[in-house]
């Protein structure tokens, strides 16, 4: 299956800065998922980024606030922008399972963003 | 939309005795569903996942049933051990749908 790499995995952030996540995958896949997991709390997906279009975005979830690049089939960005502490959280992204479609997610190591 | 209820929150079992968590949806279109462990620090791992034209699925000491009737589907982890502690997740998906999570259940197995 998909290896991912996920970068930074923890940072300490000013309110009203922004922090750019970057994830690679180690092969081509066509759609990556970008999730949010609030401390103690379930998955909540924020978006799906597919290359050569804009992404799709989850209600509750804008693109001023969370716009994703998704330059190849690769690599893909989110950054959390004019972040608050109620931005403090995990996030992860995810790409489908093994090489075919197969309906799992493999998941990257997280981000674990705090804001103060 | 799908709604995913898990249930326990939290369990605690002794090592080498049986955990069973419990998962229903509500969409009879899911006709996928993964179990993801998620250890400190690090993302989600997919375990075990079953179909829905299958009633079980097993692995080693874990094990999945599914009852599409009822809708709900469980996962089994036999003779527990200390690194079976973790934060368990199920989800339901349909074929070409977004995955719905569970909102989890925290496993602690006591030497």
């Known amino acids: 299956s998909a290896v991912i790499s996920q970068k930074p995995s923890r940072d300490i952030c000013q309110r009203g800065t922004s922090l750019t996540i970057q994830c690679q995958v180690d092969?081509?896949?066509?759609?990556m998922f970008w999730y949010r997991q609030q401390p103690g709390q379930s998955l909540t997906l924020i978006a799906t980024?597919?290359?050569?279009?804009?992404?799709?975005?989850e209600s509750g979830f804008v693109i001023d606030k969370f716009p994703i690049s998704r330059p190849n089939l690769t690599f893909s960005t989110l950054t959390v922008s004019n972040m608050s502490p109620e931005d403090s959280s995990i996030y992860l992204c995810?790409?489908?399972?093994?090489?075919?479609?197969?309906?799992?997610?493999?998941f990257g190591s997280g981000t674990r963003l705090t804001v103060v | 939309g799908e709604n995913v209820e898990q249930h326990p929150s939290t369990l605690s079992v002794q090592e080498g005795d049986s955990a069973v968590i419990k998962c229903t949806y509500s969409?009879?279109?899911?006709?996928?569903f993964p179990w993801y462990k998620q250890e400190l620090g690090k993302g989600p791992q997919l375990i075990i996942d079953i179909r829905s034209n299958v009633g079980e699925k097993k692995d080693q000491r874990i094990a999945v049933t599914l009852n599409k009737t009822a809708k709900h589907f469980s996962l089994h982890i036999t003779e527990t051990q200390p690194e079976d502690s973790a934060v368990y997740f199920c989800a339901a998906r349909k074929a070409a749908g977004k995955s719905t999570f569970g909102d989890g259940t925290t496993l602690t197995v006591k030497p």
């Open positions: 995810s790409v489908e399972a093994g090489q075919y479609v197969r309906y799992g997610y493999t």
């Open positions: 092969s081509q896949v066509t759609m």
């Open positions: 980024a597919n290359q050569g279009s804009e992404a799709t975005y």
């Open positions: 969409d009879s279109a899911s006709n996928y």
